[in-house]
Each structure stands twice: as structure tokens, then as C-alpha cells.
């Protein structure tokens, strides 16, 4: 307590051991909190009662007519977000066409570059939609950048995910923008999301970081009903 900068050091020389042993301590509150009969329950209720977001002109990586969407939440200073873009990278190898992702916004007022983060990615998906996914990879491999050099880092993000910083730039402040990610936070709020990461899988809610098992077992369950229609 006295001597908060050591603990900000450590961190900061081992970001990826401090976001593991973050993971590993949420999984076991996670396991502690919810028996396996309770998660049965509530993923039957998910199941019968999906969430429907709104994903019409919404940038998309993978086959655009997949038959597994899957809409992230996220924060671009989020750590537990960075490192579920590993699970994410890992399912789309895995269920290839069979997978689609949509990312979505849900900007943390404890991250101050979050929301400027939010806006830019909508700005260059407005130029292309590959490059903001190209801009989300970068942002995130590079999210302490991001944190100390704020929107000068945005801007060289823009330009090497391959589109016109300048125009980005602009069209981040402009209204029609920022109602994108209004409407972001309105639906993840709607849809029980109170941190990041959250994922609907065609609908299921995940909340939280989850080990790529989790995200299996949903869509294993979901292939095998459109298998039964």
C-alpha cells in the first residue's frame, strides 16, 4: 500500500503472467459461485431464450454467411479482453466458415483511451471492414502503446491497418459514430453485460473471460440442433 509503484512495475515487466493469474483467479470465483447444475440451468434458459443483437452493417471477419455468430463486447485497454483475442484467434482456425465474429463496444469509464479506441475501430471499419480487424489485432498486441501514447497511437494504428488516418480522425467525432457506440453500451447493458468481456454466441451469453472449452460446448450444442432441423 505504500508502495503502489512496485506492484505498477511488475505488472508492466510481465503483463502476460499478471493477465494468466488474473484469468486463473476469476475462473476459480467462477467455479466457486456457480455449481455445474446451475450453469446447466442457466445455458438451457440461454438456449430457449437467446439474445438477438443488432448486427445488420456491422463489420464482420469470417464467412459473412456463417452458421455461428459470435458478438464480443470489448474494451481495446481491457487485459482480460486481450488475452481472450487468443481463445477468439483459435476458434476461428478451428470452425472456419462454420464461424463468424462481430466486434462490439463496451468502453470502460476506468480506461480513458477506450472510448477514442471504440470510435477510431468504427471509423476504419467505415473504410474497410478487414482493416478494422486488422486495427482491433494491432490495438490489442500493442495495448500499452495504446495506453501511453493515446491518440497518436490511434492514428498509426489507422494508417498501418492500410486506410486514411485523416479521414478516420475526422469521422471518429462525428455523431453518426459515436450513436454506434452509444447503441454498443445500450444493448450489452440490456443484455446483462456489467464488464468486459462479453460474448452472445448465436444469442448464449458468455460473461467474462472463458477458456476456448466453454465457447465449444455452446457451439458444439448449436451445430448439433440445426443438424436436427
Known amino acids: 500500500m505504500q508502495h503502489p509503484e512496485i506492484v505498477l512495475a511488475a505488472i508492466e515487466a510481465h503483463p502476460e503472467a499478471f493477465i494468466s493469474a488474473l484469468q486463473k483467479a476469476a475462473a476459480k470465483s ?12 442457466r445455458l438451457d434458459s440461454a438456449f430457449a ?15 459473412p454467411s456463417a452458421r455461428i455468430t459470435i458478438v464480443e463486447y470489448s474494451d481495446f485497454q481491457c487485459p482480460y479482453c486481450r488475452a481472450e ?25 476506468m480506461h480513458p483511451m477506450a472510448m477514442p479506441a471504440a470510435l477510431m475501430y468504427e471509423a476504419v471499419a467505415r473504410q474497410s471492414p478487414m482493416a478494422a480487424y486488422r486495427f482491433y489485432d494491432d490495438l490489442f498486441e500493442h495495448q500499452e502503446q495504446l495506453t501511453s501514447e493515446g491518440a497518436a497511437y490511434l492514428t498509426a494504428a489507422a494508417r498501418a491497418a492500410g486506410v486514411d488516418p485523416a479521414r478516420a480522425a475526422a469521422d471518429a467525432k462525428s455523431p453518426a459514430i459515436r450513436a454506434v457506440v452509444d447503441a454498443d ?43 436436427q432441423r
Open 30 to 41: 467462477t467455479a466457486a459461485a456457480e455449481s455445474p447444475e446451475a450453469e446447466s440451468r
Open 49 to 63: 431464450h437467446p439474445h438477438v443483437p443488432v448486427i445488420s452493417r456491422r463489420a464482420v471477419l469470417g464467412n
Open 85 to 109: 483475442r487468443e481463445v477468439l484467434v483459435q476458434l476461428m482456425r478451428e470452425y472456419g466458415d462454420t464461424l463468424r465474429l462481430v466486434v462490439k463496444h463496451t468502453p470502460l469509464q
Open 185 to 227: 453500451l445500450d444493448e450489452g447493458r440490456r443484455f446483462g453485460f456489467t464488464g468486459t468481456p462479453g460474448f452472445l454466441i448465436n444469442g448464449v451469453a458468455l460473461m467474462g473471460a472463458h477458456p476456448i472449452g466453454d465457447f465449444e460446448q455452446i457451439i458444439s450444442r448449436q451445430l448439433a440442433q440445426a443438424s
